[in-house]
């Protein structure tokens, strides 16, 4: 299993970002996937969960309204598209898949500042 996120960076709050897992190693298309985030100092969090299918989707709190999930399985390509960014969104974020263990991603950084 192999999970490769991309896609963060710096932006000003109120920015945009989008951030993609390409996924290699299994059945993309069978298993639902997650985007954690992990800010200095705290846990790792779960921001948001898609079905297999695309079907369902479940965000954090704090992200509901500005946060979409997204899958491309023709693609094994899962997506986090952050609208409406505050500086409280600034961390590592990271793509998971559970299949009897979690997998995780490398995680990529975003920091958002003025």
């Known amino acids: 299993v192999q999970l490769v996120e991309s896609g963060g960076g710096l932006v000003q709050p109120g920015g945009s970002l989008t951030l993609s897992c390409a996924a290699s190693?299994?059945?993309?298309?069978?298993?639902?996937m997650n985007w954690y985030r992990q800010a200095p100092g705290k846990e790792r969090e779960l921001v948001a969960h898609?079905?297999?299918?695309?079907?369902?989707?479940y965000y954090v709190d704090s992200v509901k309204g500005r946060f979409t999930i997204s899958r491309d399985n023709a693609r094994d390509t899962v997506y986090l598209q952050m609208n409406s960014l505050k500086p409280e969104d600034t961390a590592v974020y990271y793509c998971?898949?559970?299949?009897?263990?979690?997998?995780w991603g490398q995680g990529t950084q975003v920091t958002v500042s003025s």
């Open positions: 190693g299994f059945t993309f298309s069978t298993y639902a």
């Open positions: 998971n898949m559970r299949n009897m263990r979690n997998y």
């Open positions: 898609i079905s297999s299918s695309g079907g369902s989707a």
